[in-house]
Structures are given as structure tokens and as C-alpha cells.
């Protein structure tokens, strides 16, 4: 199995990227490496580097930059995917491109609306799939109704869940609640759902609930998705430093801290994002990952894992064959491509 990985993107640069493909291979991965060979440095056998100095990280329209540089890094690392050089994409840093890249390389699977950033969120004891969190700013309810058959089909691809909880996030639990469009999406998806025996729709979800283990899939647009995400990763971020600075503000503190320094260290693995590795980009005919840009070489090397994962585990077909079975497939697929207008 051959991973495509592209270096560019990454906060910590090429080089930080290259450790994560060696860590890669070192488990056995095939890694097609893209970025500027001069700043990556040596790499051991598993490792192909394909010299593609040019990023469009940092482009202000990402989709233009896509479709107007043929020679980006992670252009070539979605076309390398496409052409079956490659099983899976790997990138990280800007979600526009990324989301960008995939639609016009690797293409959208016959029949889906649009692709979908899932995210399993690292929440102890209630591990959380919250889908979209940034592909789609606007969506319509047959994008959600998507979204709850791929995720529902995810979990039970890659995360061994049985028959998945799904939920759509909402601002009250009354299947009245919420906008027109998350409205009809509960109606659309409680009805597709009870001809099914795979998937268990619960109806409406509360943000405080998202954490609580309501559900095991949340399904939201890109927009709010991407803002709860980014609210989950601050709030359970300022909590650890404020432990951390009780711990060490006095002696007695230091005590109890030393005490429950084995403890809270359990804690901070269960619940750093690095774990999981980050976001699949569902809905593509090949699977693709979006990590965190300033994810270490061990939050990339996990992307790379995950990736593997999902191809292993044919998250792919066992996604559109959910699809198929609840009828959810768009009967038309000669549209024109997805809007891939993202948040940042």
C-alpha cells in the first residue's frame, strides 16, 4: 500500500513532515512523498520523494490556486491518488486546498453530493465522529442526510461501532429545532434511517451534548462544525495549562501534582489531537486525510496510519454501499463538481 503525503503545508516545515514518513515506513507503509527535495534530507527505503518545491498553503483563494497550479505539491500528491499511483492522500495546513486538490483529482464518488471532513474527536470514554468540520460552509439536506449514512458507514468501517448513534447538531432536541434546512434534513434522515438496521438516528443533539456521548456521529455543516471543533480543541486546551499552573503555584500544589502527574499524563494522551490523526475526507472515490498543520511528526505519522486504516478497512465502498442501501445516492450524477468553498 502506497500513502501519498504531501510536505508542504505542514507549520513545522518539510523536514518535520519526512520524520513522519519515516516513522511511516518504519511500520511498513509506502510513503510517495511530495515537497522540495533539497529541504527534506535523507529518508530511509519506503520513502519516495518527488521534488515539488511549489505550496499553495497560504493562497488566499485555494480553489484558484488548485485549479491554476498544476505544479503545487499537494496538486501533484491528488493526482498521483487519482491515477492509482498512490492508495490515499495525506496533507495538511489549509482545508481549501485540500478539499480542492480531492474534488478535482481524485473526484467525488458517483453519486455523492459533496465530500465531508470527519473528524474523530478524542473525547475520553465517548469518542465522537463530527462531520462536516470544514469542507462545506452551506450545505441543503440532502448534503446532511449524506453525511449521516457516510459517517454512520465510517463507524462502522473504521471504528468497529456496531450501529452507530447519529445525530444532527442543533440548537435544541425537539426535531423542530433548527433551521428550515436541518429541519427537513431530520425528517429526510428519521425516514431513510427506520428502513435500515445499521444505523441508529437519535434525533437532535445540543453542543453540550456532543461531548457527553449522546450520539456516536454528529452531523453538522462545515461552518458550525468547524467553529465547535475549534472550541472543543481551546476549551480542553486552557483547561490542561490551568492544571498544569495549579499544580506548580505552590508547594502543596506541587505535591498533589507530583501525585497526579501519571493520572493527568493519561488524560492529556486520551484527549491530544495529534491521536487521531485527523480528518477523512469522505465522498472521494479514494481516501484522503487532513491533519492539523501544526501537528508534530507523530500527529502526521498517525494521519499516515489512519489513511492506511481506511483503505484496509475499504472505507470507501462500504461508505457508498450504506449509501446505496438507504437510497441516499443523488439520482443524477452528471452535475457539475461540489462547491468547495471552505471555512479556514
Do not use: W
Amino acid at each position: 500500500m502506497t500513502v501519498a503525503v504531501d510536505a508542504n503545508g505542514a507549520d513545522l516545515g518539510p523536514r518535520e513532515v519526512a520524520a513522519a514518513a519515516a516513522i511511516a515506513a518504519g511500520r511498513g507503509t509506502r510513503v510517495l512523498l511530495f515537497g522540495p527535495a533539497a529541504e527534506l534530507g535523507d529518508v530511509p527505503d519506503g520513502v519516495r520523494v518527488v521534488d515539488a518545491p511549489v505550496s499553495i498553503a497560504k493562497a488566499p483563494d485555494p480553489v484558484a490556486a488548485v485549479r491554476s497550479t498544476p505544479e503545487a505539491s499537494i496538486v501533484r500528491a491528488a493526482r498521483a491518488v487519482g491515477a492509482g499511483e498512490a492508495d490515499a492522500l495525506v496533507c495538511g495546513g489549509a482545508t481549501g486546498a485540500a478539499v480542492a486538490a480531492g474534488v478535482f483529482n481524485i473526484k467525488r464518488a458517483r453519486g455523492v453530493y459533496r465530500p465531508a471532513l470527519a473528524l474523530p474527536l478524542p473525547i475520553p470514554g465517548a469518542p465522537i465522529l463530527l462531520l462536516d468540520v470544514g469542507a462545506n460552509v452551506e450545505v441543503r439536506p440532502e448534503h446532511l442526510v449524506q453525511f449521516a449514512f457516510m459517517g454512520a458507514a465510517f463507524g462502522r468501517a473504521v471504528l468497529g461501532l456496531d450501529r452507530p448513534r447519529v445525530a444532527l447538531l442543533s440548537n435544541g432536541e425537539e426535531p423542530t429545532r433548527g433551521t428550515p434546512d436541518l429541519v427537513e434534513a431530520h425528517e429526510e434522515i428519521a425516514a431513510r434511517a427506520a428502513g435500515v438496521s445499521d444505523l441508529d438516528f437519535v434525533g437532535n443533539v445540543e453542543g453540550t451534548q456532543v461531548t457527553e456521548g449522546a450520539a456516536d456521529v454528529v452531523v453538522t455543516d462545515g461552518f458550525t462544525g468547524n467553529v465547535a471543533l475549534k472550541l472543543i480543541e481551546g476549551v480542553s486546551g486552557t483547561v490542561l495549562r490551568a492544571i498544569r499552573d495549579v499544580a506548580t503555584s505552590s508547594a502543596r500544589g506541587k505535591v498533589g501534582g507530583a501525585l497526579l502527574r501519571p493520572a493527568l499524563r493519561g488524560l492529556r494522551d486520551q484527549i491530544d489531537p495529534e491521536g487521531p490523526g485527523g480528518a477523512y475526507l469522505l465522498g472521494l472515490r479514494r481516501i484522503g486525510v487532513v491533519h492539523h498543520g501544526r501537528f508534530t511528526r507523530y500527529g502526521i505519522s498517525q494521519a499516515i496510519a489512519v489513511a492506511e486504516r481506511g483503505v484496509r478497512e475499504r472505507a470507501v465502498e462500504r461508505t457508498l454501499q450504506a449509501l446505496e442501501a438507504a437510497g441516499a445516492l443523488r439520482r443524477s450524477v452528471s452535475a457539475s463538481p461540489a462547491s468547495v468553498s471552505t471555512p479556514s
